[in-house]
C-alpha cells in the first residue's frame, strides 16, 4: 500500500497555485502515519527528480520540521484553506530565516499527473522544509492531500563541507 501511495504522488504532484478554492474546509481525522507517508513519498520525488538531473539530495533540516507541520495541522483541521496555508508558510519561512523563500502547496491527491515544481527541482541547492495534510475544502466532497513547501531561494543556503580541512 506504501508504494501505490509513492508512486500516487510521484505522478500526482502540482505546481505551486493550488487547484483547490480558496476556503477554510471542514476537519479530516487521519493518523499521523498517512501524512508522514505523504511527505516521505514528496521527498523521495523531489530527490530522484533532483537526481536525475546530476543535481544533489534536497537537504531538510529537523530544527524546522516541526514549525511547518503546525500549518499543515491547521489545514488539517479546517482552520484554514489551502492558499491561506500557501500565504501562511511564506511568512513564517521570510520571519524564520531572515532572506527570502518561495513556498509551494504541492498536490498529493490520488489521480493528479501534474509535476513537482521545476523552480524546486531545478535550483541548484534545495533547502526545504515540508509537511503533509490531508484536507477537505467545504465545497468538494472527499479528502484532499497536500504538501506544504518552504525552500531558501537566495545564494546563501548551501553551505560546503571541505573534507581536506585539518
Not at 98 to 113: F, K, L, N, Y
Request: some cysteine; glycine content about 6%.
Amino acid at each position: 500500500m506504501r508504494g501505490v501511495a509513492a508512486l500516487s504522488l510521484a505522478l500526482g504532484l502540482s505546481c505551486a497555485t493550488t487547484r483547490w478554492p480558496d476556503e477554510p474546509g471542514v476537519p479530516v481525522e487521519l493518523s499521523l502515519a498517512a501524512n508522514v507517508d505523504a511527505g516521505d513519498a514528496f521527498l523521495s520525488a523531489l530527490t530522484a527528480a533532483r537526481n536525475a538531473q546530476g543535481l544533489s539530495a534536497p537537504i531538510v533540516t529537523p530544527r524546522y520540521q516541526p514549525d511547518i507541520r503546525t500549518f499543515a495541522q491547521d489545514l488539517q483541521a479546517g482552520r484554514t484553506s489551502a492558499a491561506g496555508a500557501q500565504r501562511a508558510i511564506e511568512t513564517w519561512g521570510r520571519t524564520a530565516f531572515r532572506r527570502p523563500v518561495e513556498s509551494w502547496v504541492v498536490d498529493c491527491s490520488a489521480g493528479q499527473s501534474a509535476k513537482l515544481p521545476s523552480s524546486l527541482v531545478d535550483r541548484p541547492a534545495a533547502v526545504v522544509f515540508y509537511a503533509a495534510a490531508h484536507f477537505r475544502p467545504r465545497s468538494q466532497g472527499s479528502d484532499q492531500c497536500a504538501v506544504l513547501v518552504v525552500a531558501l531561494t537566495d545564494k546563501t543556503e548551501l553551505v560546503q563541507f571541505d573534507s581536506a580541512l585539518k
